[in-house]
């Protein structure tokens, strides 16, 4: 029988924490946008801030709605999902081969990652001239942007995923004769998958950022075309009510890619293993 330490005895049992504690906990996060929300209604139902600089958030409210029930809103946001559907979609499925090649082949890597890494610090802005000369202003122009902006985090993502993997295990697999194929799907991609989800994740923040561009540059349909006809207008009601749109999807589609990476890395969403 083990003895029992001291400082096992003295040492008081867990306690579960308290009710109140959890709700506190959940509730956190939403404390800063509750206090910027409560200082805009404020300064703006006081006269703090001019409605010219900030409109009030009735005002941006009875806009959304209008744009909801007319059916603006929804054209504009299925414009923009369409496109981003699109560009993640080819940008991510090339970051994956592109990250694979380079992590099953250091040859590869050591031909392509230097170029890579030189040409991804070009942002999505100076590849817009030179892909409208090739392709011109239609719909093909913000599928190579978006999938341009998808394809380095995925692609970066992807190699590091590979290089993860443990030395001793790719010597056990060769000990027992695995195939390279084999090697590849049952202890290298295991290994990688969760870094795999992080770059998917890190992949659509950069497609969703750069539709938005895309869409302030060269569109007539979209969430970025409805913030420049409202800025042109000067009407910053229109303008915030984009703004919120965008960001709401944007989080919702963080939050549930932050599931997916919670499941592929065996801890809670938002938390820690």
């Not at 009735?58 to 059916?71: H, I, M, P, S, Y």
């Not at 030189?118 to 999505?124: D, F, G, M, R, Y």
């Not at 590849?127 to 392709?135: A, K, T």
């Not at 084999?182 to 969703?208: C, D, S, Y």
């Amino acid at each position: 029988m083990s003895a029992v330490l001291p400082s096992d005895v003295l040492r008081p049992p867990a306690r579960a924490p308290l009710p109140w504690r959890q709700v506190a906990d959940r509730a956190l996060p939403f404390l800063l946008p509750a206090v910027l929300m409560a200082l805009w209604f404020a300064g703006a139902e006081r006269g703090w801030i001019s409605p010219q600089v900030l409109p009030p958030p009735r005002f941006v409210w009875e806009t959304l709605r209008d744009l909801a029930v007319n059916g603006d809103l929804w054209l504009h946001v299925s414009t923009s999902f369409t496109r981003v559907g699109v560009g993640f979609l080819i940008g991510t499925l090339l970051g994956l081969v592109l990250g694979s090649a380079m992590g099953l082949s250091r040859r590869f890597e050591a031909y392509v990652l230097p170029t890579f890494n030189a040409l991804v610090q070009i942002p999505v802005l100076a590849w817009l001239p030179f892909v409208l000369l090739l392709v011109g202003i239609g719909e093909p122009l913000k599928y190579i942007l978006i999938a341009k902006a998808a394809l380095v985090p995925v692609a970066l993502n992807t190699l590091q995923g590979f290089r993860r993997t443990p030395v001793a295990l790719r010597e056990v697999g060769h000990v027992y004769g695995y195939t390279r194929r084999q090697q590849v799907l049952e202890i290298v991609l295991p290994h990688a998958v969760p870094t795999l989800f992080t770059g998917v994740r890190l992949g659509f923040t950069k497609a969703w950022l750069s539709l938005v561009v895309v869409e302030l540059v060269a569109s007539s349909e979209g969430l970025g075309y409805l913030i420049v006809y409202g800025r042109q207008l000067f009407q910053l009601d229109l303008v915030m009510a984009a703004v919120i749109v965008v960001g709401a999807i944007g989080y919702a589609i963080d939050r549930l890619l932050d599931r997916l990476e919670a499941v592929a890395h065996g801890r809670r969403p938002g938390g820690a293993r």
